[in-house]
């Protein structure tokens, strides 16, 4: 029987997302639940996690089960991944074995693991998020690797709070000053789940160096074009601004200088001026703001904007709980999702 996992929104009609949505209000409404009571989950952290970690567990706490929480090469055994590999370095289990002796403990996995930003071809792969959803006989969940799905519902599901209907409503996800690059999983959810939900969605960075993979901004037309929306990019800020109803902001590395990021800086740190000030929100249409956290503040975006009433980062990461109940109650709800050992 095939297992069905949440490893990218792509995968979901809109239809099955604002059944996720509906569902995270639900809770949001009434924490408490039994959908997990005598399950349980192992959340496995190849990078750190604050509000990732700390939502999941008490996730799914909240709904009668029970999380465990591994970092492999830390408190678990180094992972290969690769097929074929002589297994003579560092790593001391093979994913093959990993994922099915966690299959027969667990009823969920849940994967987070950054790119290694040298090699953006090996890294687009999302060779360990797809090795485990490969090898496990249980639903694997993206906590973030090159897109990040909890935090696209979490964002969607705080932007229908505060707008109501997001049909045409115009979207700015801007590029930001980060002292490092960074990955670009949260731009490119944010750019998928804007257009799977039918905004007309502006993508605005400073060069086009800074536009996002083209596997993302083909998904994002397709959505675009099936939920009747729009996707534009933008290097102008005044006119991406301008009449803008929801500004999104979040800092990435420049695909072309991956691994090159010396060669990258000159750039970035020619276009501080991308911060998100007041001035700029003045020329949206009382616009909303938000980011996915953590954020630099007066780097990313100024005192003054994060603690206007338009700001609804808290609210979006309060939505992290609410959203990731729902996507672990929905893939414990299918038919042979229990744990070898017959929990």
Known sequence: MTVRHFLSTQDY??????????????????????????KSIALMFFNPSMRTRTSFELGAFQLGGHAIVLSPGKDAWPIEFEVGSVMDGDTEEHIAE???????????????????FVDWSVDRQDKVLNAFARYA?????????????CQELAHALALKEHLGDLQNK???????????????????????IATKMGMDVTL????????????????????????????????????????????????WGAIPYFGRWDEEKAIRDANKHFIVDEAKMALTDNGLFSHCLPLRRNVKATDAVMDSPACIAIDEAENRLHVQKAVMASLISQPGTTSGLGF
């Open 13 to 38: 009609s809109r239809a099955e997302i604002d059944a996720l949505l509906e569902q995270a209000a639900a809770f949001k409404r009434s924490p408490q639940g039994q959908q997990l009571a005598g």
């Open 98 to 116: 990993v994922a099915r002796v966690l299959s027969r403990y667990v009823d969920l996995i849940a994967v987070r693991a950054f790119p290694k």
């Open 170 to 192: 115009k979207y700015v996800l801007t590029w930001t000053y980060h002292p490092k690059p960074l990955n670009t999983a949260v731009a490119n959810s944010a750019l998928l």
């Open 137 to 149: 006989t249980v639903p694997v969940i993206n906590l973030e690797t090159i897109t990040h799905p």
């Open 204 to 251: 605005l960075c400073p060069t086009p160096e800074y536009i996002l993979d083209e596997r993302y901004m083909e998904f994002a037309r397709t959505n675009a074009r099936e939920n009747g929306g729009s996707l534009q990019v933008s290097h102008d800020i005044e006119s991406a601004y301008s009449g803008a109803h929801v500004i999104y902001a979040k800092s």
